[in-house]
């Protein structure tokens, strides 16, 4: 079976398998799952950066460093996962292939989310004076509300994606454990974050975008890694640097999509009826779709990119070698 190798094998024997790659490439961080005798496959799944080693023989076995990808590659789906070669299209796929599932994430955590933030929104609305002014302090508040809640209901999606393409047996229930236990922490994250945001934006528009393109990423990686999301800022960082137009212009697109869609979702309720309940009802429902598809979206981006990167980064430590 070909193989498209970035550096030439090493024999090795079987025991000294993970010494080796450890010591020739200098990768502490990866995982030796499965080693074969005889003539089966052995492979070795990196956790974070560390590619991918295939190795197949009996004492005497070849190592070969093969192209790395991240814990999303298409080579370990389980059931014939959606692939990252064309992120959009490939959330497309996983949102109409999984709905009945993410609903059910959407009904139990995002709609509840989207209830509190709209009774928040229109309590503060009600109780705080405008002074006349185009922007008043509500404005700033709902603003802080909407940025806090939108990275605070990312992380079931991105985890409930990440499952499936891990081929984990209950990938939704999985997901479900994993917001229950990292709740309080992705909470306080959002609220930091949301303050930070908001600022950036009520100063500097540009900042505001930056830092949301940031933030947004991090708790993707979090899942991805299994760690704290606090840890995964920097990380979150250099990818941004690295792609900053196509996140800003992807948070752009979603932006004035959504609104052009709630507005004409408007324009025709309001034509129907005018009832404050209908259009309230109307926009959340629009949001239980837009949000979940763009974070679905967001996801598979950062995947590809954290991927990519992770390429380079081994092929520029070849060239070293």
């Given amino acids: 079976m070909g193989r498209e190798n970035i550096l030439p094998g090493i024999e090795v024997s079987n025991e000294q398998t993970e010494k080796m790659a450890t010591n020739l490439f200098g990768f502490d961080d990866f995982l030796l799952r499965r080693i074969c005798s005889g003539h089966g ?25 093969e192209k790395p990808f991240s814990s999303t590659s298409k080579t370990i789906k389980k059931d014939g996962g959606f692939g990252m070669e064309r992120p959009i299209r490939s959330a497309l796929t996983f949102f109409g292939h999984k709905y009945e599932r993410i609903l059910l994430l959407v009904l139990f955590i995002q709609l ?36 806090s809640l939108f990275l605070f209901t990312l992380m079931p999606f991105a985890a409930f994606w990440h499952n499936e393409e891990m081929g984990l047996e209950n990938p939704l229930r999985a997901a479900f454990f994993q917001f229950a236990l990292k709740a309080f922490h992705i909470f306080l994250f959002s609220v930091v974050a949301g303050i930070v945001i908001t600022i950036g934006f009520m100063f500097f528009i540009l900042p505001g975008v930056i830092l949301l393109g940031i933030f947004a990423i991090a708790p ?16 979150s960082t250099r990818i941004f640097k690295a792609h900053h137009w196509k996140i800003v212009l992807l948070i752009g697109i979603f932006g ?9 979702l408007q324009l025709i309720i309001l034509d129907i009826t005018s009832s404050f309940l209908a259009i309230a009802i109307c926009h959340i429902f629009l949001n239980t779709i837009f949000l979940p598809l763009f974070y679905l979206i967001l996801t598979t981006f950062t995947a590809k990119w954290r991927e990519d990167m992770s390429l380079f980064t081994i092929e520029n430590k070849e060239v070293g070698l």
């Fill in 41 to 65: 496959l052995g492979m070795a799944v990196r956790r974070r950066r560390v590619p991918i080693y295939r190795h197949c023989g009996g004492a005497g076995t070849t190592l070969h460093a």
């Fill in 112 to 147: 509840p989310v989207i209830l509190i933030q709209f009774f928040a929104a229109n309590y503060i609305l009600a109780v705080t004076p405008t002074f006349g002014a185009l922007f008043s302090i509500a404005d700033v508040y709902n603003a802080y509300i909407v940025f």
């Fill in 220 to 235: 993707i990686l979090a899942v991805m890694d299994n760690q704290s999301v606090w840890a995964s800022i920097r990380e």
């Fill in 256 to 264: 004035f999509t959504e609104l052009i869609g709630s507005y004409i």
